[in-house]
């Protein structure tokens, strides 16, 4: 069994099941006609079309062509032709990504270079950033600008480990990027008017990042496996409760990983668009 975290899969459930309960209370189809069966198409060009944010779980595919296709989520027992390809896929992102296997350890000195290797890699891809003033607002194939993306993990950094790791009820950081549903949508302190410039985010990014690295200084095995202190409220993230800190310390970890990817892929579009 492979250890693929399911932050994404939660997080997605948890979004229809507000999506469910906003169109009950509106006295709407709780279900729609997709949800009550699988739908199966047959003999249709589905030919450049994109699925996201939506969940594939148990789709099969026979008798399809499928070129120049990519694929980018969580995704778990992917079989191609008769062969289990996810394994091979884990090894390669491990292989170009060494601080994957450091985010999935156990060992607090693991995890702490973990931190460290990820705030080295955001300094760079910044300072890269810089070098070309105006490319942190520009974004790609609907994606999250650099500076987004930033101020979505300043987000991740008030919700999942202020809240989860340290059990604070203070108010999210105003210039945060959250979930776009309701009742989480600019609350708790978020400002959804603001649009800070890089060098200020860059600055809170900062003091998260040495907040974050005094605190593993001090983690212990036994803080690790101690349940999360989330307060009990109704404040992002909801699905938190009963989880252990080290389950939301990685989330943190493989949230900033995974965006820092995410950013890069998406600078390198954007330049190559721009050398044309």
């Known amino acids: 069994m492979l250890d693929v975290p399911r932050e994404h899969a939660q997080h997605l459930s948890w979004l229809l099941h507000i999506e469910r309960r906003r169109r009950r209370d509106a006295g709407l189809s709780v279900l729609g006609p997709s949800m009550r069966s699988m739908t199966r198409y047959v003999d249709e060009n589905l030919h450049g079309a994109e699925f996201r944010e939506c969940d594939l779980s148990g789709t099969r595919l026979i008798g399809v062509v499928m070129q120049d296709a990519v ?42 270079e973990a931190s460290r290797r990820l705030h080295t890699a955001w300094t760079a891809t910044i300072e890269r950033i810089r070098r070309t003033p105006g490319i942190e607002g520009r974004s790609v194939n609907d994606e999250w600008s650099a500076v987004q993306t930033m101020r979505h993990l300043v987000f991740v950094h008030d919700s999942w480990f202020r809240r989860c790791c340290l059990g604070s009820t203070e108010l999210f950081t105003p210039m945060g990027i959250g979930p776009t549903v309701e009742p989480y949508r600019g609350a708790h302190g978020l400002d959804l008017s603001l649009d800070p410039a890089l060098d200020e985010i860059v600055s809170v990014r900062d003091a998260q990042a040495a907040e974050l690295e005094a605190w593993l200084d001090e983690l212990t095995d036994e803080r690790l496996a101690a349940r999360a202190p989330v307060p009990d409220d109704d404040v992002w993230p909801p699905y938190a409760r009963g989880r252990l800190v080290r389950q939301c310390l990685g989330t943190v ?24």
């Open 71 to 112: 694929i980018d989520g969580l995704v778990t027992n992917l079989v191609v032709n008769g062969v289990e390809v996810t394994e091979y896929v884990e090894a390669e992102l491990d292989r170009r990504h060494p601080v994957r296997v450091l985010i999935r350890s156990d060992d607090p000195a693991d995890l702490r």
């Open 253 to 276: 970890l493989n949230e900033t990983f995974e965006h820092h990817r995410f950013c890069v892929r998406d600078l390198d579009l954007i330049e190559a668009q721009d050398a044309e």
